[in-house]
């Protein structure tokens, strides 16, 4: 299934950018955001779970590195 969407910015920032390729397969979620500062972009890609009103997974930057993210329904 795939789902789109606008997340609002962090760090108080009021900017918007697009989710591209989001998928939902069960409790498996992915999906990419495609930031630009400076006049250049680049695209983070996200992968994990949901369980209740909780996400958790891994964030991948253009560079290859990787970082752990997670989420919390309001």
Do not use: H, Q, Y
Request: proline share 4%; aromatic share 6%.
């Amino acid at each position: 299934e795939m789902t789109m969407g606008r997340p609002g910015g962090g760090g108080g920032e009021t900017r918007t950018v697009e989710i591209a390729d989001g998928k939902v397969e069960g409790d498996e979620i992915s999906f990419s955001l495609v930031l630009g500062r400076g006049g250049r972009s680049f695209t983070m890609t996200f992968a994990g779970s949901v369980n209740g009103n909780e996400m958790k997974g891994s964030v991948t930057n253009p560079r290859g590195g990787e970082n752990p993210f997670t989420g919390k329904r309001k």
